[in-house]
């Protein structure tokens, strides 16, 4: 099954979650509208109590579990644990109509269709064994003399069986035709927009190039000592823009070594000094506390993304007059990074969001720079791709600190 239909499914947003799964969930009540008419027909007509109330708890069930989604993470899940409840119900139909005499027993192709076209090969193998033992199972039953009830052969019967199993059919046909025409459709969009970032971040290449070129034939012989720190430190940011744009192009196509080893403390310092700037126009005091030296082995590139995003936020987000400290410290398996800013904090809603793409979270930035609600999520997305791990520590109106720990496992050579 394609990958980009088949989405997560988040606790805290319901609109995407039926928007995402809203052919499964139409499937679902149209399993549920047609038993709930043939229960209707069962009860007309006066057939037998346990085959009408078995048709009824069926529809029942098909409604509740439209309801059930919201509880899963990804809709495969959702899927499968839908499916093993239909799976029991056609069981029942087959004991108490026939056996293997029973029609019933043709349902059990649809649904182990179902479980091909939308769910995990594993789910799929595990209910092939089940239906298979199941009819070993009946087989071996009936071979040794056990009888079951003789299926119904009136021609009522069968018409509402075959109309049912072919709109069944046709039902789950729909939906696979729908969720593959989606996927192709946004495989195509995936492409596009990942050659659209290809072309954006190599043109990008370009400035960086021009202004690392100029600053090689600045004459600085009549520069300030103060000057030339500046000139350094555009030269490193300009380095580091050049190393973000190559870590996104793809490192293999520039020969990039990730396994390099340097320092936690210069890359702190560069940032921090960076952004002195900044913090010194909302009059905030940005110290930097570096216990030791840090030698690490992850992506340099990446990690510097992670802690730009941190830094940039503590300051946008902290008061005028305020205060942001950097510390590091490290422990017998991690080496740990401090950012703790003087910002409004995080609502407990904002928690349970805080890493999620294109959020909107209560506090606002204090000296109107702009917010796109995208530097969490890449925070979180990279630090997931490194191995290192992010966290809310603590969180007041006084204040927020995040953690960024990296196992020293993945530091040393």
Sequence with gaps: ????????????????????????????????LLHLLIAIVFIALQYTLIETVLTFATSIYSLISIFMIRYFKSLEDYINAVISGFYIFV????????????DDIFWLAILLMVNILFTKKQHTIFWAFIVLGFVLTISYLT??????????????????????????????LLIFTSIQKKGLKCQKKHEEKNELIDIITHDLKSPTNRILGLLEVLDRSNLREEQLEIIELIKKTNDSSSGIINSILGPSKYGENKSETYDLGHILKDITQSYRVNADNKAINLT???????????DRFQLIRILDNLITNAIKF????????????????????????????????????????????SAKPTGNESSHSLGLYIVKKLSMEIGVKVELIESSTMGSTFEVAIPIEVLQD
Excluded: W
């Excluded at 319901?14 to 499964?24: E, F, G, M, S, T």
């Excluded at 930097?288 to 992850?298: K, P, R, T």
């Excluded at 205060?323 to 407990?348: A, W």
């Design 288 to 298: 930097l506390n570096i216990s030791d030296n840090h030698l690490l082995s992850v």
């Design 318 to 361: 902290s008061q005028k007059g305020g205060e942001v400290k950097i510390s590091t410290y490290q422990t017998v398996s991690e080496v740990k990074v401090l950012i703790t800013d003087s910002g409004p904090g995080f609502s407990e809603k904002d928690r349970n969001i805080l890493f999620e793409k294109g959020v909107k979270l």
């Design 91 to 102: 069981f029942a139909f087959v004991i108490i109509n026939g056996g293997l005499l029973s």
């Design 1 to 32: 099954m394609s990958n980009c239909p088949v989405v997560s499914l988040h606790h805290n947003a319901d609109a995407d979650v039926y928007r995402n799964a809203k052919n499964i969930i139409i499937g679902i009540a149209g399993v549920a």
């Design 143 to 172: 071979a040794n003399g056990f009888a079951f009830d003789p299926p119904r052969y009136d021609q009522t019967y069968r018409a509402l069986n075959l109309a049912v199993f072919f709109s069944l059919l046709l039902i789950v």
